[in-house]
């Protein structure tokens, strides 16, 4: 089975705090990818990384960086945490193909 | 871009009832996905459907890729069905990324 842990299900941070959000895969699979979830507005997506050291902007990158320095684990950052960013975040994981994605947990994140 | 859009928006139903999701998309697409959320956030992919029919359990789906249009069917609905469907479309662009509808929240009552 595919399995895609993130690292917290509940954060709470204070505005201004820089948070990590990690996302670990074990399926060897090439692309990650990390949405977040808002009630009314589905599934955005933020980053997304093809292979080591690789990211591609999303629909919404803005307040939000990445990190993959090993092809299993991908991170995502909030340099400066704001309360809009306060939101379920999803990671996933695929093969290039065919491009089945499998999801962890979930992480809700509130900053306060 | 594409547009994907789900039908209906909302569905509540009896335990033990049948019921038929649907997924319009507006143009071409190299595969469709149909997803389960449930009711603590998790995502489960439940069909990759490019075309054709698949099925598993007491769930199947049917892609009509030349009418741009795919359909999930649960049948005997138990309240574990409960949650979010989601379809999402792969354009075929280089980037991988998905399209999502907005889902179809389904409520199953006992």
């Known amino acids: 089975d595919v399995k895609v842990t993130q690292s917290s299900r509940y954060l709470v941070k204070r505005t201004g705090e820089k948070v990590f959000l990690e996302c670990v895969q074990d399926?060897?699979?090439?692309?990650m990818f990390w949405y977040r979830q808002d009630p009314g507005l589905g599934l955005r997506l933020i980053y997304f990384?093809?292979?080591?050291?690789?990211?591609e902007k999303g629909d919404i990158p803005e307040g939000y960086s990445v990190s993959r320095e090993k092809k299993e684990r991908f991170s995502l950052i909030l340099e400066s945490a704001s309360t809009n960013q306060t939101s379920m975040y999803l990671c996933?994981?695929?093969?290039?193909?065919?491009?089945?994605?499998?999801f962890g947990a979930g992480t809700r994140l509130s900053v306060l | 871009g594409i547009q994907v859009e789900q039908s209906p928006p909302d569905l509540i139903l009896q335990e033990g009832a049948n019921s038929t999701l649907r997924c319009n998309f507006s143009?071409?697409?190299?595969?469709l996905q149909w997803f389960h959320q449930n009711p603590w956030g998790q995502l489960i992919n439940l069909f990759y459907?490019?075309?054709?029919?698949k099925q598993n359990g007491r769930l199947s789906a049917t892609t009509v890729a030349t009418e741009r249009y795919s359909l999930l069917y649960i049948s005997s609905s138990q309240t574990t069905d409960s949650g979010v469907y989601f379809c999402?479309?792969?354009?075929?662009?280089?980037?991988?990324?998905?399209?999502w509808g907005a889902g179809t929240k389904l409520i199953i009552k006992p």
């Open positions: 999402a479309v792969d354009p075929g662009r280089s980037n991988y990324q998905l399209i």
């Open positions: 143009d071409s697409v190299n595969n």
């Open positions: 459907i490019p075309s054709g029919t």
């Open positions: 399926m060897d699979h090439e692309n």
């Open positions: 990384s093809y292979d080591v050291k690789m990211k």
């Open positions: 996933a994981s695929s093969l290039k193909y065919p491009n089945i994605q499998y």
